[in-house]
Structure formats: C-alpha cells, structure tokens
C-alpha cells in the first residue's frame, strides 16, 4: 500500500506540534477521526482538514456552531459541528471522493464507535460470506428452495428470473452483502422495499388452488432456513473451517437476517439441533413437481444471448457441482444424477482456491464494493478472513 507523506501543523493557541511521519492511507483515516474526536471532546473550534497527498493542515478557526469541513483535491465535505450536535450543511462531494458513496452516509455524525451493521467484524456470519465458496452455497440453496412445492410455485409465478437470469441473481447476492457488510441504516433500507414486495405479491397453490401468499411466515422461514443451512454446509465442505460452536453461532447470527424480512427471530432455528428438528419436520411437505422441474432446468442452463454464450458453457459444471452438494435426501427428490463424491470434492476445493488466489482488496471490490466501503466505515482492515478469527 502506497505510503503518504503527513506533514501535521496547528494554528492558535494551544499549539499542538507534531513531527512529520509517513502513514499508509487507513492509518491517516485513522488519524484525522482520532483528532476530530480529541477537538470535539474539547469543545474546542471545529477543524478543517485539507487531505491531499503532500500534507495535512489543521486549523482551529471557526466557531464551534459551524461545521468542520473535510477537503480533498479541492473538493469539500461538511462534518456536522461539536458543541450543538447539530451537524452542518453539506458542502460539494466531488469526485475526488467515491462516487457510489450515498449522501445519507456521508451526512453521518461522527461517534466514536462506527457503525458495524447488523453484525460486525467478530461475527461468523461477516467471514463465512466473504468466502468464495458462498458463490456455490448460495445455487445449492435455490436447488434446495425448489423442493418445497409452495415455495417454488410462488417463485415461479412472481420472479423474473426466466426473463433476466443474471440480473435476478445478482440482485439477490447483492442484497446478503449488504445486509452483512452495509450499516445498520442500509440494512434496513434494503429490506424495507423486500417486505413490501412480499407484502404486496400472492400466488396460487397449483394443486389446490388455494391462494399463496409471498409473506406467509411458512414460507419465508423455508427460503431462510434453505438458504442459511446450505450458507453453512457448503462453506464447511470447501474447507472453510468451522467448529460446532461456531456453526451454532452462525445460526443463532442469522436470526438477525430473519428479521429483516418479517420472521419473528425467536422462532428462527438459532443452533445446528434447531435446524435439523426444523428439515426433520418440514420435509414430509416436500415434492418433485413441474415447478421444481423448471427451476431445476433453468438453474442447469440458464437462457442467455449469443455474447453472454461463454459465461453459460463456464457456469454450467458450478451449478451441477451445487446440486450434487445437496443432501442425499434432497436429490432422491429431485431424481436427477449428482456428480461422483469424488469429483465433487475436488470441483468445490479447486473452485475456492481459485477464489482465494485473487487479492482479497479485489474481491472487496467485486461485482459489489460492500466489503471495501465497510473497512473504510470502520477505518481497519476488517476484510473477511479464510476461517473464523480466534476473539482477542
């Protein structure tokens, strides 16, 4: 990481004097917050901060009921002020800043504790996400959703993935890294609109004929418990190493998940035991019907344009490897051939270790930037480890 040249000056009294020194980028982050905090504590002037490459000037010039401002390449951001709370009115972000940077999170007022989101860097949840195994987990559990005939007639009577396979997809994966690596704030805001769709949309039972609706706590405790028990196993499975504790921990971590989208938490499966009495339960309502075929089909070779042909010839051995990683009684279900133990094994710890060969600052960045914006919103490395970190 390039290191920068801080040269740090105060004006006014009492004069603070420091000594130049050479910083990497989040330890000059680092800084600025832990001197804003100091002034603020003070109730001292609000600062101005000019963060460019060649050095950093304090000055303690406004009064304290203004706001101070953040510059960079001459473009400026307003902190909210000390000693009223208020805050202050923004100023231009320019593009010298991160252009997919919200306003709402710009407007933040600084606290001395940063917001981890729903949670946090010393959770099982912020690691097993970040692995590229989740990739696979995440098709294995759209297998799995298809078993439930309700569920996936629901799926196939209101979703658009026949129609936009990648996009919906993609839109799906982007929300669980938003939910897991977003502030509590953006977490929120990305559900709100889910509750509402699921609030609004219904469908009918092909068999009965009885009206399904998308917020029937039946069903959105199936997509949740399918999709955090394949999170789990699938990971496990490619070598991401988690003891039964911290699998227990993982469970009872997504509850939090499940309240998100309406489920009650406390009767959201939370430990290993939990999901296995649930799967015990439910899988005497589980069938092969035409649905279930159709996603099945779709999953395997998904429609796509002439340009796109090659990410479809590279994507179809990943989805056959994430079937054949379902339970054997999940494939009975299915009746369809899965990949030999052998194959698969090796198919899913290749497909890990390939991930992992790429620098873990590209996959912060890549296809959605959550993992980037959380360690500068947190201002440390908290990128995703290969296994659970041991608290310290």
Not at 177 to 197: D, F, I
Not at 299 to 318: K, M, Q
Request: aromatic fraction near 8%.
């Amino acid at each position: 990481m390039a290191a920068l040249q801080i040269t740090i000056v105060c004006t006014g009294p009492p004069p603070l004097l420091f000594q130049p020194q050479v910083f990497t980028e989040l330890e000059v982050g680092s800084l600025v917050r832990r001197q804003i905090h100091s002034l603020l504590r003070r109730e001292s002037a609000g600062p101005v901060v000019d963060l460019r490459r060649s050095q950093l000037r304090w000055k303690a010039s406004c009064p304290p009921s203004t706001p101070c401002i953040m510059r960079r390449s001459g473009r400026t951001r307003a902190i909210p002020g000390d000693a009223s709370r208020g805050g202050g009115a923004f100023s231009k972000i320019g593009p010298g800043w991160r252009s997919k940077r919200t306003a709402e999170a710009s407007k933040r007022v600084i606290t001395s504790e940063p917001d981890p989101g729903i949670f946090g860097p010393n959770t099982v949840t912020w690691h097993l996400h970040g692995d590229p195994a989740w990739w696979i987990a995440g098709i294995c559990s759209l297998y799995l959703q298809a078993r439930h005939p309700r569920a996936v007639a629901a799926i196939v009577q209101n979703s658009m993935f026949q129609k936009d396979p990648l996009g919906r997809i993609l839109r799906t994966a982007k929300y669980l890294s938003l939910t897991t690596y977003g502030s509590t704030e953006e977490a929120e805001n990305a559900a709100c609109p889910v509750r509402a769709v699921h609030h609004k949309l219904s469908a009918v039972d092909p068999q009965t004929g009885d009206v399904i609706r998308l917020d029937d706590p039946d069903l959105l405790l199936w997509v949740h418990c399918a999709a955090v028990a394949s999170m789990a196993t699938v990971s496990q499975h490619a070598g991401f190493t988690l003891s039964d504790e911290q699998m227990d921990r993982y469970y009872d971590e997504q509850r939090r998940s499940a309240a998100l989208v309406g489920l009650d938490p406390e009767k959201t499966p939370g430990s290993q035991s939990a999901m296995a009495d649930y799967f015990t339960q439910v899988r005497p309502q589980l069938q092969r019907t035409p649905e279930s075929d159709l996603l099945y089909d779709f999953l395997h070779d998904p429609p796509t344009n002439w340009w796109s042909l090659h990410v479809n010839l590279a994507y179809r051995p990943i989805s056959h490897l994430a079937y054949s990683l379902l339970q054997d009684w999940a494939q009975k279900l299915h009746g369809h051939r899965a990949c030999p133990t052998g194959l698969v094994d090796a198919g899913l710890h290749v497909f890990r270790a390939a991930g992992l060969v790429v620098p873990r600052e590209i996959r912060a960045c890549y296809p959605f930037d959550h993992v980037e914006r959380a360690v500068e919103r947190l201002g440390e490395p908290v990128f995703p480890a290969m296994s659970v970190p041991v608290p310290r």
